[in-house]
């Protein structure tokens, strides 16, 4: 109206002005009145869906197998966003109708989807990756339908559910920690027999080993790992392997095996009936020169000493026993220690290292 006024005739523009009638909706320029029909047309879109079938996105599934896409679902659902903006745009241009079946909801990530056709792929490296630790000398595989029980999907991102990686790595402490398992062991003379735990043993570090765990899975490669650990031995291998001391109190009899073959085997003494010397895995943590080993009621220099625990024991020689072996130890035993020959632990201690097990039986 304006762009047709001619300013030259402004006289004649105001008096036929009057004249001329603008019919537009109301609703068009009344922003509360537009948002609350908008809102009515909302509920009476959401009424008809309740009896229409629901458009379905593809997604990604689980099943025995691995991960798979199911498909998206085409309805007959009406599209509430779509239409509500059709609505005010036909309000807009003076249109008073609004055929709402052309506003069928639409499915927005199809099974062609290229994300969702990456997350599958990353999903299914990582649910059938293949774990393998070296624990004790063996192989232990992580099986799995386990593996795929942790990867967990979800807003669209691949993830693996923290409590059950713990959860296993916590299983994994209690079935090998050789903190708090005995350890099998074929003896000399005892046949095979199961070990208390000692001071050469190791535990699993459960929180930085479910993180480690989790980098390794989610990097979707096939890996193997050894478990971080607390403790004094290496938990890939064998606890106990070829080289060793074996120190059997029932025969009152100690061998020293080095790669598998006896090297050095004497009678000794054990400790005494009320201060017996503690079974279990040890290992030689020190060696030790003219020492003098101390107590509440005694004090004994030796010439050479191998602590093996932390209360003070260990395997020293012992001049002033008048015999070693047989039934000595009930009568003449030591504190803890294990009381050697002399010639034999000079022996002894010249071939042995620092970090030997010390079997204890």
């Known amino acids: 109206m304006i762009s047709q006024q001619n300013n030259w005739r402004w006289g004649l523009?105001?008096?036929?002005?009057?004249?001329?009638?603008?019919?537009?909706?109301?609703?068009?320029?009344?922003?509360?009145?537009?948002?609350?029909?908008?809102?009515?047309?909302?509920?009476?879109?959401?009424?008809l869906n309740e009896d229409?079938?629901?458009?379905?996105?593809?997604?990604?599934?689980?099943?025995?197998?691995?991960?798979?896409?199911?498909?998206?679902?085409?309805g007959d659902?009406?599209?509430t966003k779509q239409a509500?903006?059709?609505?005010?745009?036909?309000?807009?241009?003076?249109?008073?109708?609004?055929?709402?079946t052309r506003y069928t909801k639409q499915p927005q990530t199809t099974s062609e989807d290229e994300d969702l056709q990456n997350e599958l792929e990353q999903l299914n490296e990582i649910a059938q990756t293949n774990g393998t630790y070296k624990i004790n000398g063996e192989d232990v595989e992580i099986p799995t339908e386990e593996i795929m029980d942790w990867v967990v999907y979800e807003n669209d991102e691949v993830t693996l559910d923290q409590d059950k990686v713990q959860g296993y790595v916590e299983k994994l402490g209690?079935?090998?920690?050789?903190?708090?398992?005995?350890?099998?062991f074929e003896s000399t003379e005892q046949d095979e027999v199961d070990v208390d735990p000692g001071t050469l043993s190791w535990t699993i570090n459960t929180e930085q080993e479910t993180e480690g765990l989790s980098e390794?899975?989610?990097?979707?490669?096939?890996?193997?790992?050894?478990?971080?650990?607390q403790g004094s031995a290496e938990p890939s291998e064998p606890l106990v392997d070829d080289t060793y001391v074996e120190v059997d109190l029932k025969n009152q009899h100690m061998w020293y095996y080095q790669d598998g073959e006896v090297t050095l085997d004497t009678d000794i003494?054990?400790?005494?009936p009320d201060t017996k010397t503690p079974t279990g895995v040890f290992y030689v943590w020190d060696k030790e020169r003219d020492a003098t080993l101390t107590g509440e009621d005694y004090e004994s220099p030796v010439d050479f000493w191998l602590p093996i625990d932390w209360t003070g024991v260990?395997?020293?020689?012992?001049?002033?026993?008048?015999?070693f072996g047989g039934d000595r130890w009930e009568e003449g035993g030591s504190h803890g220690c294990i009381n050697t020959p002399p010639g034999e632990m000079e022996e002894l201690f010249d071939n042995i290292e620092v970090g030997t097990p010390v079997v204890v039986i």
């Open 13 to 47: 523009a105001f008096l036929s002005s009057a004249n001329q009638n603008l019919e537009l909706n109301t609703a068009a320029f009344d922003e509360q009145t537009l948002n609350q029909q908008t809102e009515e047309l909302d509920q009476e879109i959401a009424a």
């Open 52 to 74: 229409r079938t629901k458009t379905e996105d593809a997604k990604i599934d689980q099943d025995e197998d691995g991960f798979t896409i199911e498909p998206e679902k085409q």
């Open 77 to 79: 659902e009406l599209d």
């Open 84 to 100: 509500s903006e059709a609505f005010k745009a036909n309000i807009l241009d003076g249109q008073n109708e609004l055929e709402l």
């Open 174 to 184: 209690e079935d090998y920690n050789t903190s708090e398992n005995e350890t099998q």
């Open 216 to 229: 390794d899975l989610l990097k979707g490669e096939d890996f193997e790992r050894t478990p971080i650990v």
């Open 269 to 272: 003494v054990s400790g005494k």
């Open 314 to 323: 260990g395997i020293h020689d012992a001049d002033w026993q008048p015999t």
